[in-house]
Structures are given as structure tokens and as C-alpha cells.
């Protein structure tokens, strides 16, 4: 009896023999394709007799030509044409293959009459949401993904004091059974309903919503989220526009300090990026306004393509809703997200985001933060960290002294991996490091926030803006981001800490040294028993040989003293698509669970330590925000990163003989040893890369440039100067109280 021959693979479907079309169906057909064409310039693009495809190339030409942004970089190119940057059902069209510039990311229409067609994209109503494609959405990430999305943050959950059941339209005291969807939007110049006593009582009245007497003061948005709440099949909606009352300061200010930890528990949150609370969540047919959304489809053959309204990035930017304070921490810490952006329907959760415009498990580049999954998975990661900072930071707020209210949720989330907490931004762990943040790049401005005049007692605490922290400063800026952190050998430098005092901190500057409290910055102090490779591996931990110089243009292999020869790998830490899974010495991992209890320590807004410090001078570098710090001969010996260019202004750009610039007192913070690859001194950039290269070890102070007010040195910059002429300054003992 003949063996079975099992049948050959169907070949792929060409919709013509042009052999552009056919590049472009395999792109469309195949996930893993990486295919290129170049079509030439647009004159020879346009010149195409293929039907098929020139509608498109016609199209995506008129839209090069009418573009006048910064992203349209070849308007004279010669080589347009279909590039396929990373894995999927998609296809990309740039207007230089070489150059990139503009481009558009296509989704060839499903066709449901033809049950194996391979398209990913759909034809969406302009006017009405497809809702169905939410309960689609919930059900299979509730299904499929389980813990992983049902609480990434890993706390215990919390009920608010209040919730909208959106059966009986009415309020409801949170400890009622059953899961609950939070709101995130912004409210906009608009004024609604305050819920003091009187109202509370008249809200918990079955049907009170749908009363004229609440219905006309409350933000439309929260009617639609009633909507949407229902269709998804939940019963309670959590909004703070009236699940926050107004009738016992007390608790008010415990359920703004809850906030963080009320998306966190929440079953999925509705984000409203396009509009406030009185335009969000259009196109709920019978609930809202259409929503006026608009498609390019276009015709290919028989078929339709559709350029993509969604790109990459474009979940967490692009509205002003992305550019709030209180916004971020809401959309951080919520496990599962519905959102309306773009006049859109998307979801995102820790495993997947999905869009509208597309089927379901289509195929195309996405983007899920790793960061905050390092954190939580017990590790002290200061670029994670660094780049939450670095992100909130830039966020507007409506009172600046909400600059640590409006994170503190999340940063007590993260303090788990973190001992010790955060004071005010910094975490105590890492303080010594983390006092010498600084602006990001030389030309980054930073803002001095400044309280409001709003009455004391309708702050929340802790308000206070202290010059030494983050906190007190708007802007883009990096935080210790070169120390703790994976092995990642594409950086240049890498740095460790070393302390030269004790810092203490206090309410006031006239508290007695009885009164202050020490910060540990525990990292330090164990950081070399960390690296006693004698010793049993902590838990989790696996030793392997330290990688070899690579190929260029991968740098050589940096490590810290006592660390050329191994790198460590945890099983806990989570995969990385960049490879930044070792570590240079294994440390104590907290395995994070519910029932972890997080840890804020007293925030207070003075510190104090004894220290050394000195007189120079400075003048501007030419090389944006940064001055160059000269001695009492006119020598270079460091360099303060200023935060503006106010600042700069202050510094002369040239000093004639025998001046030295303008005179600035500086502290040192702490000390540091910096391993980089060496340079050649006539080259910015190696020859053939790094490989071969030899590794330089240097040291020098973090300072602080301050000035005293009454008694108080407040922090005006960061600067580094070189320890060996920082060591032969005439340095004077400072007793240094910081506000």
C-alpha cells in the first residue's frame, strides 16, 4: 500500500503578474517577510502601467508632495518604494528606502466572503464605533492572558468609597460585589457637579442620574462610560468626577492618595485621549455625537488597502490628554485599557494591543513599556526607573505642588523593589546618585515649579517643591541612569558611586540633629558584598562568562571593579528583545507579590550632611546649557549642566585674559569612578568601531551649585569636576542644610 504523500501548501494568491503587486501580496501574506522594491523616483513610480498598484502609488505621492514637516526628507527621492521594517501582516511604503522619510503602513482589507483570505484590515463605520470589537476584546484577554493582565502591578486591590451602577443609574458604596471599569479623561474648562452631603444622599436614590436636576451638571463623558461600561457587560463605572466626594476632607484626601491603586484594580479603564469631559467618547451610537472618522481606502485589484491611522507610538502621545500629570499615573497603572483615540476604538493590556482597524490576532509592530514589568519583578532598575521619571516629568499640571501627589501611587508601587521608598522623587537606596540629576541634553530648558495660591488646606500633602529634587523642577531630565542597571554593551560608559558623607533629612532647617533622619543608601553600603564571588549565589541567580569585545559597531564589554569576569542572568527578569538580561553582580531580589506591602518614608523637605566644598568660576561652553568650570588659574577642571538658559545667561560666553567668568559656589554630593572605552584623541567615533579599543577608569565629584538663603543653600545646577583637581582646591568643611 503506498505511504500517504501529504499534500503540497496552496501557493500564494498573486493578484496580477506585476511584480511590484506580487511583493507587496507576500508581504501582505506572509508575517515573517522582510521584503524591499524599489519603484525609483515619483516620476518613474507614477509611470507604472500596472493598474493595480498605482492608485496607491499615486495617492502616497500627492501626500509626500503636500507634506511640509520635518518627517518628509526626500522630496527629490529616488528610490520610493515598499520597505517592510519588522515582522507582520503589513506593508510599508517610504518615499526613500534609503533615506525613509514619509511613509504609510498599509492593511490589506479582509474580504469575509472568501474564508482564507489573507487580510488583516477593516473598513470601519465613519460615524459609529463597532462596540462589538470591545466585548470581543475583554473576553479574550480575560480568557487567554490570565494573571498576566489581571494584576501586573501585583497589589492588593482596593474598592473606592464609590461607584456608579449603571443599572440603576444611581451611586453605590464601593464594597459591592463585583468587579468595576474606571474612567481616565481629561475634565477641560469646564465646571460640573460638586457631590457635598445633600447631593451624595440625593445620588444614592435608584435612577438619580437620569433626573434633569443631576443629568444637566454631570460631564457628559461619564453617561457615555455608563454606556460603554454596559456593553461590555460590567455593572459598576468608577469616575472621580462624583465618585470623590466632597464631604469629609479627610476622606477625599484619602481616595486622591488611593487613586493610583483605584485604576490598578480595576477589571479594565476607559480612556477618553480624544477630547474632555464634555466632547470625550463621541461615536456611541444612541450615547453620543458621531465620531467623523476618517480611512484612506484604497483599491488594489479586486482587493482594498487601508492606511493604518495607528502607528507604533502613537498609543500614548499625540493629544493633550497624553500631556497631563494626573493622566500618566491613571494610564500607567491600569492593567487593561479601552481606549478612544484617534476617533479609534483600541485595547491594550501586558500581553497585546489590539485596534479597530484591524481583525483580531492580526499581525503588526506594537509596543508594551517593559520598564514598569522590570521593576516589579523585584529589580532596582534605574533606567527603568530613570525613564518613568523622565516621562512624567515633562507632564503639565494645574498646580505645580501636585508634582508628587499626582505620582505618588505609582511610585509606591514601585518602592517594593526599591528599599527604603522614595523622599521626594529620590529613591533612598540610590540617594547619594540620584541628588545628582540633571537635564537630559545640553539644550533641555527646566522650569523651577512654583506653589499656587491656593489655600494650604486644600492641598494634598505632601506639596512641598524642594530645589534638590526632581520634583521641584518641570522637564525632561535623567536620574542615576548610568549605575544599577542590566549589562548593555552598546553604552559608552558605565558608573559607580562612591558616598563621602551621611545625609540626614528633616521638616525644618532648624531641626537639631536629634530630629533628622538618616537615609540609607543601602546599595552602596552592600555593594561590595554583592560582588564576593566566594559566596553562594543568592536565590534566583545563575553565574556565566563575561561576553568578549564584539564586531563593530558593538562596544567592548564594560564592567566595574571586580567584575571582568563573570555576568549574572536571574530567573526572574523578564525576556528582553535588546538582550539586557545580565547583570554585573548578583543582589538580593524581592520576590514581589499581593501581599508585599510597599513603603513610603515621611516626606520631608530638608536634608542636611557635612561636606566639603569651594569658589570657581565659569563661563559658557558653546555647547548648549552647559558651563565650563575653571580654577583660580583659568584651567578647565569640570562642568556644570545648567537647567536653562536663564541660567546660562548668568555666565559670560568669553572671559578675556586674566578673567576667570563668573564665580559660583559648589558642594560636593558624592564621588564617582566612571569606566568608558577609550577614544583616539583626533576622532569622535572609532575606526571600525570598538573592538580592539582599550577601557579608560576615571574619577571625579558630582557638586552642586547652590545658593544660601537665609541659612538654606538651594540647588541651582549639578556639575562634575575631575577628583584629582577637585582633591588639590582650596576646599573649605560646609555644613550643608539643602531646601
Known amino acids: 500500500m ?129 462596540l462589538d470589537m470591545l466585548r470581543r476584546w475583554k473576553n479574550l484577554c480575560l480568557s487567554s492572558h490570565g494573571e498576566k493582565c489581571a494584576n501586573p502591578m501585583k497589589i492588593l486591590p482596593v474598592r473606592p468609597a464609590w461607584l456608579i451602577d449603571v443599572e440603576e443609574k444611581c451611586l453605590v458604596p464601593g464594597g459591592v460585589t463585583g468587579d468595576y471599569v474606571a474612567l481616565s479623561y481629561m475634565y477641560g474648562p469646564h465646571t ?42 460590567e455593572r459598576y463605572l468608577w469616575s472621580d468626577a462624583i465618585c470623590i466626594t466632597t464631604t469629609d476632607p479627610s476622606v477625599t484626601r484619602e481616595q486622591l492618595r488611593m487613586m493610583g491603586s483605584i485604576y490598578a484594580s480595576a477589571v479594565v479603564t476607559i480612556i477618553a485621549a480624544d ?70 476604538l483600541h485595547w491594550e493590556c501586558r500581553c497585546n494591543v489590539w485596534h479597530e482597524e484591524m481583525v483580531i490576532n492580526a499581525e503588526v509592530p506594537q509596543y508594551i513599556d517593559p520598564r514598569l514589568g522590570v521593576i516589579l519583578s523585584g529589580f532596582p532598575d534605574l533606567v527603568s526607573l530613570a525613564h518613568i521619571i523622565t516621562d512624567y516629568n515633562e507632564k503639565e499640571l494645574r498646580y505645580d505642588e501636585d508634582a508628587l501627589p499626582a505620582i505618588a501611587g505609582l511610585l509606591s508601587v514601585v518602592s517594593r523593589s526599591f528599599t527604603g521608598g522614595f523622599l521626594y522623587g529620590l529613591p533612598e537606596m540610590f540617594f547619594d546618585r540620584a541628588l545628582g540629576w540633571n537635564p537630559y541634553w545640553g539644550h533641555i530648558n527646566l522650569r523651577r515649579r512654583t ?114 569576569s563573570f555576568v549574572f542572568k536571574h530567573v526572574s527578569m523578564p525576556d528582553s528583545d535588546e538582550g539586557l538580561d545580565t547583570w554585573y553582580y548578583p543582589f538580593p531580589v524581592t520576590d514581589i507579590q499581593e501581599s508585599t506591602p510597599s513603603f513610603t518614608p515621611t516626606q520631608t523637605p530638608y536634608l542636611f550632611c557635612e561636606t566639603r566644598g569651594v569658589c570657581l568660576w565659569g563661563h559658557q561652553s558653546g555647547d548648549g546649557n552647559i558651563a565650563k568650570l575653571c580654577n583660580s588659574s583659568g584651567k578647565r577642571i569640570g562642568g556644570l549642566h545648567l537647567h536653562n538658559e536663564q541660567s546660562l545667561s548668568l555666565f559670560p560666553e568669553t572671559v578675556a585674559e586674566g578673567e576667570l567668568g563668573l564665580p559660583v559656589e559648589l558642594v560636593a554630593v558624592y564621588k564617582s569612578v566612571v569606566y568608558s572605552a577609550a577614544l583616539p584623541d583626533d576622532e569622535k567615533e572609532p575606526r571600525g568601531g570598538f573592538r580592539g579599543l582599550p577601557l579608560e577608569r576615571m574619577e571625579r565629584y558630582t557638586v552642586l551649585w547652590i545658593e544660601w538663603r537665609e541659612g538654606v543653600a538651594y540647588r541651582l545646577a549639578s556639575g562634575k569636576v575631575d577628583a584629582e583637581e577637585w582633591e588639590k582646591l582650596n576646599l573649605k568643611s560646609v555644613s550643608l542644610i539643602l531646601g
Open 2 to 130: 503506498p505511504s500517504h504523500v501529504p499534500e503540497e501548501p496552496a501557493p500564494l494568491h498573486w493578484p496580477t503578474d506585476c511584480t511590484t503587486c506580487q511583493t507587496m501580496w507576500r508581504q501582505f501574506v506572509d508575517p515573517d517577510s522582510l521584503d524591499k522594491t524599489s519603484l525609483g523616483s515619483f516620476e518613474e513610480a507614477l509611470s507604472t502601467q500596472c493598474p493595480t498598484h498605482k492608485p496607491l502609488v499615486k495617492g502616497f505621492i500627492e501626500h509626500c508632495r503636500s507634506r511640509t514637516d520635518k518627517w518628509s526628507r526626500a522630496k527629490h527621492s529616488d528610490d520610493m518604494g515598499f520597505l517592510k521594517l519588522e515582522k507582520g501582516h503589513h506593508v510599508e511604503v517610504f518615499e526613500s528606502i534609503s533615506k525613509l522619510g514619509a511613509s504609510w503602513d498599509l492593511l490589506l482589507v479582509k474580504r469575509d466572503s472568501l474564508p482564507d483570505h489573507p487580510g488583516a484590515g477593516r473598513v470601519l463605520d465613519p460615524d459609529w464605533a463597532d
Open 192 to 233: 460640573w457637579l460638586a457631590v457635598d452631603a445633600d447631593t451624595l444622599a440625593t445620588l444614592q436614590e435608584p435612577y438619580a442620574l437620569d433626573t434633569p436636576a443631576i443629568s444637566n451638571r454631570l460631564p457628559p463623558i461619564i453617561r457615555r462610560a455608563m454606556h460603554w461600561t454596559s456593553v461590555i457587560g
Open 275 to 344: 477630547g474632555d469631559s464634555q466632547t470625550g467618547l463621541a461615536g456611541l451610537k444612541g450615547a453620543s455625537s458621531p465620531r467623523e472618522l476618517h480611512q484612506r481606502v484604497i483599491p488594489f485589484g479586486d482587493d482594498k488597502i487601508i492606511v493604518r491611522n495607528t502607528q507604533i507610538f502613537s498609543m500614548d502621545s499625540g493629544h493633550p490628554y497624553y500631556d497631563r500629570g494626573w493622566t500618566y499615573q491613571e494610564y500607567k497603572m491600569s492593567p487593561r485599557k479601552i481606549l478612544f483615540n484617534n476617533r479609534e
Open 451 to 564: 506653589p499656587s495660591d491656593r489655600p494650604v488646606e486644600t492641598r494634598l500633602s505632601p506639596s512641598g517643591l524642594p530645589s534638590w529634587s526632581w520634583i521641584g523642577w518641570q522637564g525632561l531630565l535623567t536620574i542615576a541612569s548610568q549605575e544599577a542597571t542590566p549589562v548593555n554593551d552598546r553604552v559608552r560608559d558605565i558608573e559607580e558611586t562612591i558616598p563621602i558623607t551621611e545625609w540626614y533629612t528633616g521638616y525644618s532647617p532648624s531641626d537639631p540633629p536629634s530630629q533628622r533622619r538618616r537615609i540609607r543608601s543601602t546599595w552602596f553600603e552592600n555593594r561590595d558584598s554583592y560582588k564576593d564571588f566566594t559566596q553562594p549565589l543568592p536565590r534566583g541567580w545563575t553565574r556565566h562568562p563575561a561576553p568578549v569585545n564584539k564586531p563593530a559597531p558593538s562596544a567592548p564589554h564594560l564592567y566595574p571593579d571586580g567584575c571582568e
